[in-house]
């Protein structure tokens, strides 16, 4: 089982900050993987797929990269709208997410 | 606008039975795959099951094997998921999600991920 590891799993930021969120594959997944934010109560929302394909109506400050086993969420300049927990998931082999992080106000 | 909305959660004892449904809309139903994914209360997201559209391909995760059942009738643009011998670990908001999938003409396979989600809804099991 391919196992998906966040970090940090807690971020405290301000408006206007720089983000990055890193996940990591235990094995090669190339680049199969998608970001989702999930807010309380709400289902998750796909941001990114393939890595670094960003979903339709989705705002350009979200960005994703990386390949094989290390990737990166980043938000170039962190909105109120944006503190939210931050799911990783690789669908190289069957499906699993990271453990989240949370993003909240500094 | 696509909608999936789920149905059929509440309170299942230990050991008994549950049967979610997932109404879609919006979009052609016959021709995505689907899935189910779980959240535990304060937990992360766990991936549960899938089924390809024809429902010829279905996949559970290890924790759920031998106890659900996904299902689908394209007919009634519905997806289900029958959940027996439930234990106090499968407390969760079950979502159910539609897939999208990118073909890699490299190694000749389709690569599946959920773009859309339903609401969720809420299974407790207690006695």
């Known amino acids: 089982d391919i196992q998906m590891t966040q970090s940090p799993s807690t971020l405290s930021a301000s408006v206007g900050d720089r983000v990055t969120i890193t996940c990591r594959a235990s094995q090669s997944i190339s680049r199969w993987l998608a970001w989702y934010q999930q807010k309380p109560g709400k289902a998750p929302k796909l941001l990114i797929y393939?890595?670094?394909s960003l979903e339709s109506g989705v705002p350009s400050r979200f960005s994703g990269s990386g390949s094989g086993t290390e990737f990166t969420l980043t938000i170039s300049s962190l909105q109120p709208d944006d503190f939210a927990t931050y799911y990783c998931q690789q669908y190289n082999s069957y499906w699993t997410f990271g453990q989240g992080t949370k993003v909240e106000i500094k | 606008e696509v909608q999936l909305v789920e149905s059929g959660g509440g309170l299942g004892q230990p050991g008994g039975s549950l049967r979610l449904s997932c109404a879609a809309s919006g979009f052609t139903f016959s021709s995505h795959s689907m899935s189910w994914v779980r959240q535990a209360p304060g937990k992360g997201l766990e991936w549960v099951s899938y089924?390809?559209?024809?429902?010829?391909?279905?996949y559970y995760a290890d924790s759920v094997k031998g106890r659900f059942t996904i299902s689908r009738d394209n007919a009634r643009n519905s997806l289900f998921l029958q959940m027996n011998s439930l234990r106090a670990e499968d407390t969760a908001v079950y979502y159910c999600?539609?897939?999208?999938?990118?073909?890699?003409?490299?190694?000749?396979?389709?690569?599946?991920?959920?773009?859309?989600w339903g609401r969720g809804t809420t299974v407790t099991v207690s006695s």
């Open positions: 999600a539609r897939d999208l999938y990118y073909y890699d003409g490299s190694d000749y396979r389709s690569y599946y991920y959920m773009d859309v």
């Open positions: 393939k890595a670094s």
């Open positions: 089924i390809s559209s024809s429902s010829s391909t279905i």
